[in-house]
């Protein structure tokens, strides 16, 4: 893949439900790319049961969003694990969520890697995405992410084997006080990214967001791997 020699991070922006995790999926498997979405990272840290585990589960099930400096932490150990590999196009799904967050993104690196970020932002409608996550499950295992109502009732992950589950924040009124941590927290950070950031119709079905996204990318410069959908 080329990357246009120049973009190392993509960032996917979009209200929850918005089909953020669903796109990533598709890039991960069409493209040469590290995939991170925070929302994973910080769902990790609660299986793993320690202190701030816990201390995420209760944030995370109200919500709310958790602390920036916890999530700085989190994102920053495995960017520049990634960074240290090579030459990766980085996905952050889910990152940065506030600007403080756009913030220290920009600062790491040395600030080298402000020029080098795009941002796409999926644009849903939140009775879509509302609708959307009641009918969500993931995988327990490996974290994929599914429509019930696609699956006809068989709960199992068709990438591996693994039980699918509803997410703990996935009751309406949770989603709801989500949409507003949106709007209040979130919504900012696009005026980060004036000139880097490309808006993406959402409402759509996954295969016409792909395409779009397809199209989005084929402008950065970027190709598709061979062997992908
Ligand atoms: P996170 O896990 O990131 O959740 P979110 O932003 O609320 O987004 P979702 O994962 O709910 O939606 P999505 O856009 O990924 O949609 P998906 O592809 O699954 O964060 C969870 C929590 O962690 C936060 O509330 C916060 O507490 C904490 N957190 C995470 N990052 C943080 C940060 N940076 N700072 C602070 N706190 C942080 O799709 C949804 C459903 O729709 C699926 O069933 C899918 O199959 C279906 N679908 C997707 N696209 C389509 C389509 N085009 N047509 C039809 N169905 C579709
Ligand atoms: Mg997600």
């Given amino acids: 893949m080329t990357n246009g020699g120049c973009i190392r991070i993509i960032v996917l922006l979009g209200v929850p439900g918005s089909g953020k995790g669903t796109v990533a999926q598709y890039l991960r498997k069409n493209y040469n790319i590290v ?3 925070t929302g994973n990272l910080l769902r ?3 299986k793993s049961s320690t ?3 816990k201390e995420i589960e209760k944030i ?3 919500g709310k969003l958790v602390d920036d400096n916890i999530v700085n932490k989190v994102l ?3 960017l520049l694990r990634v960074f240290k590999e090579g030459d990766s196009v980085i996905l952050l799904d889910g990152y940065p969520r506030t600007v403080q967050q756009s913030l220290f993104l920009d600062a790491i690196d040395a600030g080298k890697l402000k020029s080098s970020i795009r941002v796409l932002e999926l644009d849903v409608d939140s009775n879509v995405a509302i609708s959307r996550i009641a009918g ?3 995988c327990s295992k490996c974290d994929s992410t599914f429509n019930s109502f ?3 009732g068989r709960l199992i992950c068709t990438h591996c084997g693994g039980t699918l589950v509803k997410r703990a924040d996935d009751n309406e009124e949770i989603v709801r006080r989500r949409l507003q941590e949106y709007v209040n927290a979130t919504k900012p950070v696009s005026g980060c990214y004036v000139g880097r950031l490309t808006k993406i119709p959402g409402n759509e079905t996954s295969e016409e967001v792909t395409r779009n996204v397809d199209e989005v990318l084929r402008g950065f410069g970027m190709e598709k791997k061979r062997g992908g959908d």
């Fill in 35 to 37: 995939h991170f979405s």
């Fill in 60 to 62: 995370i099930s109200s």
């Fill in 76 to 78: 920053e150990s495995n």
């Fill in 136 to 138: 969500r499950v993931i």
């Fill in 51 to 53: 202190c701030i585990g």
């Fill in 150 to 152: 696609e699956l006809g």
């Fill in 44 to 46: 990790n840290e609660v």
